[in-house]
């Protein structure tokens, strides 16, 4: 998650300085896509994903295209596997693409990197506390285990 986060900031730093005006209108309607899907994780997940392809277009660079997509693709597969529910807080969401759109509109690749990283910095964060909720109880510990696909029953739904 670090890396791929790594990979797009930088990626997206790139692409700020080389956008035309037409890019960087194209990666701010992304941006606002992404604020008004903000609570819905899969419409945001699948909007990251175009927004880190424009980026990737933009620079033209077919080798860190492959890589973001193995990437993202090992990480969503992961999660999906483990059938964890993320959610990022909203607010700090909301701040962090604000930002993102303030640094694209000014083409101020410090603050598109910044943004980039606080976001995936609370991705991390939020992929943790995920997965502490999701595991069961250790002996000795009172309480039944929190509700996974795993331990799920018919009776459950």
């Known amino acids: 998650l670090d890396v791929l986060g790594a990979l797009i900031a930088q990626s997206a730093r790139s692409a700020v300085e080389a956008a ?19 609570d819905d994780p899969e419409l945001s997940q699948q909007n990251w994903r175009i927004l880190a392809r424009q980026f990737a277009s933009i620079n033209n660079n077919l080798v860190l295209h492959l890589i973001l997509n193995g990437l993202k693709t090992q990480f969503v597969g992961r999660l999906d596997g483990l059938g964890l529910e993320v959610r990022l807080p909203r607010q700090r969401n909301i701040e962090a693409l604000q930002a993102l ?12 990197t910044s943004a980039i990283n606080d976001h995936f910095v609370s991705l991390r964060e939020s992929v943790q506390m995920a997965l502490l909720a999701n595991t069961p109880q250790q002996p000795g510990n009172h309480g039944p285990a929190p509700f996974t696909r795993t331990n799920a029953t018919e009776e459950s739904y």
Request: cysteine-free; aromatic content about 0%.
């Open 101 to 112: 759109a303030r640094g694209i509109s000014k083409r101020h690749p410090e603050t598109v």
């Open 20 to 38: 035309t005006p037409v890019q960087l209108a194209e990666m701010q309607a992304q941006v606002e896509t992404l604020v008004a899907t903000v």
